[in-house]
Nanobody, 126 residues
């Protein structure tokens, strides 16, 4: 069983930075694709970024490419999302998730993820 807990959310001004963390307890994450999704009020949950279990491969949604960076530290069972140059449109609840699949057909799909955290709120506002 993988249990995920996000932290690091909060209120940030447009153009600012924030780093989210996702810590896993229980089973190690080193065999899982780890991802961040987000959900704004009234909208569907959407893919933000993913990191493959091994090899250092990452993928980012076009809307955050060049601003957000996903990274993972398997030794610490933790995944991070560095958010730079944030915009009001980035306001959402951010969720961490774990999947056994990296395929392009799966990593963007919420149904491919077996484990989810409870989410952390990020609000971008002046």
């Amino acid at each position: 069983q993988v249990q995920l807990v996000e932290s690091g959310g909060g209120l940030v001004q447009p153009g600012g930075s924030l780093r989210l963390s996702c810590a896993s307890s229980g089973r190690a994450i080193n065999t899982y694709t780890m991802a961040w999704f987000r959900q704004a009020p009234g909208k569907e949950r959407e893919f933000v970024a993913a990191a493959r279990a091994t090899g250092g491969l990452t993928d980012h949604a076009d809307s955050v490419k060049g601003r957000f960076t996903i990274s993972r530290d398997n030794a610490k069972n933790t995944v991070y999302l560095q958010m730079n140059t944030v915009e009001p449109e980035d306001t959402a609840v951010y969720f961490c998730a774990a999947s056994r699949s990296w395929s392009s057909g799966n990593r963007y799909n919420t149904r491919a993820y077996d484990y989810w955290g409870q989410g952390t709120q990020v609000t971008v506002s002046s």
